[in-house]
C-alpha cells in the first residue's frame, strides 16, 4: 500500500501542476493514505502562499472543483482495481512545526 500511496500522490501532484488553476497557488501534495480496498483517499495538502493556521475553505473548494479531473488522471496513469475517490485534507504538520519554531524562538 505505501508504494500505492507514493505513487498516488506523485500523479495528484503532477496533474495539480498541469491544471495552473491560479487559485490553487504553491499548492503541495504532501501525502496520500488510500484504503486497502482502494475506495478511498485522503490527499494532504499545504498550500505554501497561506499562513499555517489559515482557514483553508477556498483552496478546499478549488480541490474539490478538479476532484474529476485528478481522479481520471489516476485513472488513466495506474492500473488499480478501482479508482479511490478522493478527499482533501490540509497538512496539520505544517502548523505543527510552525508551533514548535515559534516555541524555540520564545525560548532562545
Not at 11 to 27: C, H, K, Q, S, Y
Not at 49 to 70: C, G, I, K, Q, Y
Not at 73 to 98: G, Y
Amino acid at each position: 500500500m505505501e508504494r500505492v500511496n507514493q505513487a498516488l500522490c506523485e500523479v495528484i501532484a503532477d496533474e495539480l501542476a498541469l491544471i495552473g488553476d491560479e487559485r490553487l497557488p504553491l499548492m503541495t501534495v504532501t501525502g496520500v493514505k488510500a484504503d486497502p480496498d482502494l475506495r478511498r483517499a485522503v490527499v494532504w495538502f499545504v498550500s505554501l502562499a497561506a499562513t499555517p493556521d489559515a482557514d483553508h475553505s477556498a483552496e478546499l473548494e478549488v480541490l474539490a472543483e478538479h476532484r474529476s479531473r485528478l481522479q481520471g488522471a489516476v485513472a488513466r496513469q495506474m492500473r488499480l482495481r478501482r479508482t479511490p475517490e478522493l478527499s482533501f485534507v490540509p497538512d496539520p504538520a505544517r502548523a505543527a512545526a510552525t508551533r514548535v519554531e515559534q516555541i524555540l524562538r520564545d525560548l532562545g
